[in-house]
């Protein structure tokens, strides 16, 4: 057997999110989240490739009083609320040594401001994380997924309100505290840095309701800085063992030519990308973002005592999540091509999935290298992987080579990069069991090794098939990343 490059307590595994897998939004106690109101468009409808946000009160309130059962896949996700046992069976049977999963806020806390929390939420995660320990498998747990409690976007505009910062400290502590014998690692905030591009989804915004846009935005990521170094703190603190991580959507931005307006140009969107996690991993603003503040008009608000526990509660890990790579024109009249939540020029070196993201593998290698060499600190991809159509042949198998040649590709540029020094803990493919799309909010869009019987509009069996990607994943675990 070939020998493997991979430390030997690597984590491979699987990552999801709750508003996306579990389902049964309005069972055991459970509250409305953010997404519960993302409404399903289908494609020929669509004004925007990204369909995630609400912007005011008026919008909410129309969907809040539309019928329920209908067009809002993620309350219905993949039953995963019901069905966890057979599926982490199956994530066992493929080896898995983490499974990455996030805890609904709501289920916990259903309004988010009160004290007490709902017995029943936190029962089906003790549960869940049981059924996972019987594996030997250790859960990856994030504590906010795009997962705000509504309540707290109806009656304090979200993350602007800095009482915020208590409910979810209080939040953090109180899962802390009971899962403490269960969970070792932990994530604060999915993919932080969407919070500027996508104010209702990661920060709880009703841009309608506020008059400078910007400003709101970057004084709830405050917030949210803060509330991050407060969770890292008590983890710290209630479970000395654990190791806590932010979370970026990570961009790698090339440049589209030589041309040093290309390469600032280029330069300038990287460390916009990388302000969040010079934050919460450095423990400081960078000069580059306060002089950004100063030019555009906004002023953050701080606490005294924020900018020391912004300081001394850094993260212990940087988990990304990693899809594709972008290319940056100094020339801002150019055409701008899609991406998930960025924007560029085109690339002709790479091909592109059925949704125009880009596929980068060794842009992979070049983000951990990089990430490496500013941090200093172990990195994790808790996503990576390819969204993609399936189809069920006759005989019932999915053939998803398409999906293998992906990952294949990744982990292969992982392994080189870890064999250049890097030091990474993990790898947690995107949507091991398949579940609706953050995005989109379609079903079809497929990432996982197990299919899930469902359409975009909630008919099937919710019946759980191995793909042809299953075995193929299962054998890399087995040797450690060697055989690919
Ligand atoms: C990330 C999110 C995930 C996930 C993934 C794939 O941004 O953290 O929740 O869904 O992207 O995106 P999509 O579902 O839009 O294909």
Redesign the pocket.
């Known amino acids: 057997m070939t020998e493997s490059v991979f430390p030997k307590d690597f984590l491979w595994g699987g ?1 999801t ?1 709750a ?2 897998v579990e389902g049964a939004y309005n069972e055991g106690g459970k509250g409305l989240s953010i997404f519960d109101m993302i409404s399903f468009i289908p494609k020929e409808e669509r004004t925007k490739d ?1 369909e995630m946000g609400v912007s005011s009160r008026k919008e909410l309130d129309t969907l809040l009083a539309q019928d329920t059962s209908g067009n809002f896949p993620k309350r219905r996700g993949v039953d995963f609320y019901h069905r966890y046992k057979e599926d982490i069976a199956l994530f066992a049977e493929m080896g898995f040594k983490t499974f990455r999963l996030s805890i609904s806020w709501p289920r916990i806390f259903p309004n988010g401001d009160e004290t007490e929390p709902n017995e029943e939420g936190l029962k089906f995660y003790d549960n869940v994380f049981d059924e996972l320990l019987k594996y030997g498998i250790e859960p990856l747990v994030t504590l906010s ?2 997962e705000i409690p509504l309540n707290l976007v109806q009656k304090y505009n979200g993350w602007i309100d800095r009482r915020v910062v208590d409910f979810f400290t209080n939040y953090a502590k109180t899962v802390f505290n009971r899962y403490k014998d269960k969970v070792k690692y932990w994530l604060t905030f ?2 932080i840095n ?1 919070s500027t591009m996508e104010p209702y989804i990661g920060s709880g915004i009703l841009v309608d309701e506020v008059e400078h846009v910007e400003q709101a935005v970057y004084q709830a990521l405050h917030h949210q800085f803060v509330a991050s170094a407060r969770a890292v703190k008590a983890c710290h603190e209630i479970i000395p063992e654990a190791q806590i991580g932010c ?1 970026l ?1 990570r961009m790698e931005v090339y440049p589209e030519t030589p041309n040093p307006d290309d390469v600032l140009e280029a330069l300038t969107q990287e460390q916009k990308n990388l302000f969040f996690t010079d934050v919460q991993v450095r423990g400081y603003y960078p000069s580059f973002m306060l002089n950004y503040f100063k030019d555009n008009g906004i002023h953050i608000e701080m606490q005294p005592g924020d900018e020391e526990i912004l300081a001394q509660h850094t993260v212990d890990f940087l988990s990304f ?1 990693y ?1 594709m790579t972008m290319v940056a024109s100094g020339d801002a009249e150019r055409v701008k091509e899609k991406g ?2 960025f924007t560029g020029v085109p690339n002709p070196y790479l091909k592109a999935s059925d ?1 125009g ?1 880009k596929i980068d593998p060794k842009g992979l290698r070049i983000t951990l290298k990089k990430l490496y060499d500013r941090y200093q600190v172990p990195l994790f991809i808790v ?1 990576n ?1 390819l ?1 993609a159509y399936d189809t069920v042949e006759e005989d019932g198998s999915i053939i998803d080579d398409y999906r293998i040649d992906y990952l294949r590709a990744h982990i292969k540029e992982m392994g080189e990069a870890i064999k250049e020094g890097v030091d990474v803990m993990g790898y947690t493919s ?2 091991c069991i398949d ?6 909010s ?1 079903m079809s ?1 497929r ?1 996982g090794f197990i299919y899930v019987d469902q359409d975009d509009y909630g008919n099937g069996t919710l019946e759980r098939k191995k793909k042809k990607s299953f075995d193929w994943y299962k054998h890399v675990i087995a040797t450690n990343g060697a055989e690919l």
Not at 435 to 440: D, G, H, K, Q, V
């Open positions: 990552a999110a508003n996306q990204i997924h795009y999915n993919e969407v979370m959507a999540s899809y998930n939540f949704w993201w996503e992987g969204g995107w949507g579940l609706i799309s953050a995005s989109t379609e869009k990432y």
